[in-house]
Every structure is written in structure tokens, then in C-alpha cells.
């Protein structure tokens, strides 16, 4: 086996059923000089039984760690540290990737110089296998620099799994330790840190596996607070690098859009939690913290109404909270979502 082309991170915490699954794409990569690294968060199920079946089997290519609970970001953060390759990806191990993806992702990093390169993804209903959308392959294929005046930034899916990272320009990063957004932030930090060149192919090489126990049923306030502490910090890294003033407008549309939108609706699910008490608060802290939310460029409504459908529908619930009306989009999308089964992608 030659140098390692590209470390496979895989945390892995219980999801004994689907782990297999997982590891048979991952071991039967097209793309030889692989390392496959299978972190053990602390599982009590028979999931680091079966890591260490394939380590057996596939001395070469499977690497197994084992650490004491700490969440996905803590196992993502240590195989990360683990990682020896020219590139490094992330799998979920409930997911399945395509047996190219490692090869496909990396011949096109390699082609295009990139520090990142990114595929199409689809989401598949575990329980049918019927493929919910697919996504991420309206770039074509393509490559492009990081701009900071651009949408990209703020609307490209910030999913871990459906990208390569240049191992030297992501080596230094850590997870931020809370759950749900901190692949977003991984992204918007290695931005900050130096990667520069991206690459798109269209090909769908992920499959992404929705469970009925996701995250959208099971967002809590605790999660929220996280959420803002941790964009707080995002804030604090552009400033101490001496580049807030220039990316100030994205970071506060990409706050609104995570936290205002994505987050609210998700938040909606628990029904302990007072929608409007917790909507006020949000836009007190956009207010407070990220103040260009309400005159960000990306929410204008010549530039919205220019987009396509999505971006007007972004542009009127921007427009709900300007108002102070947040929990009619809320209620809309609550409709839409339970009672018309139609599931908005913001």
C-alpha cells in the first residue's frame, strides 16, 4: 500500500444494525490507498465488536479507536487527529457511500488543485428506501474560489459526508462541542483558516439515511443556546484573525438562516418549549450579536425574487421576523410539514 490518498473518518456510537452496511461500502472503496479509521464513542451495543471483526479483516485498510462517550463531535474531532492522509472525509455509519466515492471525490480534489471537493448526495426514508430528494448536483462540475461576497457560503449544504478535505489545511480545526450544526461551522471556520479552491462533481455518490429518531424530532433549548454560544465563537475567530469586517454580512446571514429558520422550526417539536418566547429571544440575539441580519444583502428582495422559488420563501420569512411575526412562518411550515407531508428545504 502507497502513501494514504484519503483517511475515512467513521464515529461510531451503537447503530449496531447498520454499521456493516457501512463498513462493506468503505472496504470495497475503488480507491486503494485508503485508511479507514472507525472511532468507538463510548458504544454499548455490539458496534465495537464488529469494528474489530473488520480490522481483522482488512488489516490495511481499517483502523479501530475506542474513547469514552463524549457526543460525534468529539469522535470526529479525534479521528480528524487520527488522520494521516492527503485528504480526509467523514461518514456517518448509518449512511452508505457509493464504492467511488473516495476515488471520484479525490481524482477531482487532485485534478482541480482544491482544497475541498464536493458531491451529490441523496436522502433516502429508511423505512421505504424511497429517495426523498437529491441534492447538491446543481453545481455541474465545476470549480470555484472562495468568495465571500457570494450565497455559497451561506445556502451550499454544509454536510460533512459529501466532501474531501485537504488534510493540511483542516488539520488544526476541532469540532465545536455541541450537536447538530457543527459541520456548518467546521465548513465556515476552514473558510476562515485558508481553503480557497473548491471543486464540485454532480455525481450522486452518498446516500444519506433518514431515521424516525433525526434530529428535527428531538431539538431541544439546550440545543439552541449551543447553537448561539457557538456562533458567538465563530464571530470571535474572524475577529481575532482580523477579517470581521469583511465577513460580518455573511456571518449574520448564515445566523439567521441556521438559527432564525432552520433551528426555530426544528425547536417548534417540543412541546415544552413557548414558541413565541423563544422566537423574541432569538431575534434579540441576532440583534445583539449579528446585527447586518436585517439589511444582509442575501435577503434583499430584488436579489431573492431574481433566485427562484426558495429564495422568496426565504426572503418572506426573513420578512416575518423583521416584523416580528416569526410564528406565522412557523405555524405555515408546521402545516406544510405534518399535515401536507411536503418538507421545505431551506
Not at 265 to 294: C, G, H, T
Request: proline share 3%; net charge neutral.
Amino acid at each position: 500500500m502507497g502513501k494514504i490518498k484519503v483517511s475515512i473518518v467513521v464515529p461510531i456510537y451503537n447503530l449496531e444494525k447498520y454499521v456493516p452496511r457501512c463498513l462493506d461500502a468503505l472496504v470495497n472503496q475503488t480507491l486503494e490507498d485508503i485508511e479507514i479509521i472507525c472511532v468507538n464513542d463510548g458504544s454499548t451495543d455490539s458496534a465495537p465488536e464488529i469494528i474489530e471483526d473488520y480490522k481483522k479483516r482488512y488489516p490495511k485498510k481499517v483502523k479501530t479507536f475506542h474513547k469514552e462517550n463524549g457526543g460525534e463531535w468529539s469522535a470526529r474531532t479525534y479521528g480528524l487527529k487520527k488522520a494521516t492522509g492527503e485528504y480526509v472525509g467523514f461518514i456517518d455509519s448509518d449512511d452508505v457511500p457509493e464504492v467511488t466515492w473516495a476515488e471520484k471525490l479525490y481524482n477531482a480534489a487532485k485534478e482541480n488543485d482544491a482544497d475541498i471537493a464536493f458531491c451529490g448526495y441523496d436522502r433516502v426514508d429508511l423505512d421505504t428506501g424511497k429517495t426523498v430528494s437529491t441534492e447538491m448536483t446543481q453545481y455541474g462540475k465545476m470549480s470555484k474560489e472562495v468568495n465571500w461576497k457570494e450565497d455559497f457560503i451561506v445556502y451550499a449544504n454544509p454536510s460533512l459526508w459529501n466532501k474531501l478535505y485537504k488534510l493540511e489545511k483542516v488539520k488544526h480545526l476541532e469540532f465545536l462541542p455541541f450537536r447538530g450544526c457543527n459541520d456548518t461551522l467546521f465548513l465556515i471556520h476552514s473558510y476562515m483558516d485558508g481553503v480557497k479552491k473548491l471543486t464540485f462533481i454532480p455525481d450522486v455518490l452518498y446516500h444519506y439515511y433518514l431515521r424516525s429518531s433525526s434530529q428535527i424530532h428531538s431539538m431541544n433549548e439546550k440545543d439552541i443556546e449551543n447553537l448561539k454560544k457557538y456562533l458567538i465563537v465563530t464571530k470571535e475567530h474572524a475577529i481575532q484573525i482580523g477579517k470581521y469586517e469583511e465577513y460580518k454580512e455573511t456571518l449574520s446571514a448564515m445566523a439567521f438562516l441556521h438559527l432564525a429558520i432552520s433551528w426555530a422550526f426544528m425547536l417548534s417539536y417540543d412541546e415544552s418549549v413557548n414558541m413565541k418566547k423563544a422566537l423574541k429571544e432569538i431575534i434579540n440575539y441576532l440583534n445583539q450579536n449579528f446585527p447586518e441580519w436585517r439589511n444582509a444583502r442575501h435577503y434583499n428582495i430584488f436579489h431573492c425574487f431574481s433566485k427562484g422559488f426558495k429564495f422568496i420563501g426565504i426572503w418572506g420569512v426573513h420578512l416575518l421576523y423583521k416584523l416580528h411575526l416569526p410564528i406565522i412562518y412557523i405555524k405555515v411550515n408546521r402545516f406544510l410539514l405534518d399535515v401536507l407531508k411536503k418538507e421545505v428545504k431551506w
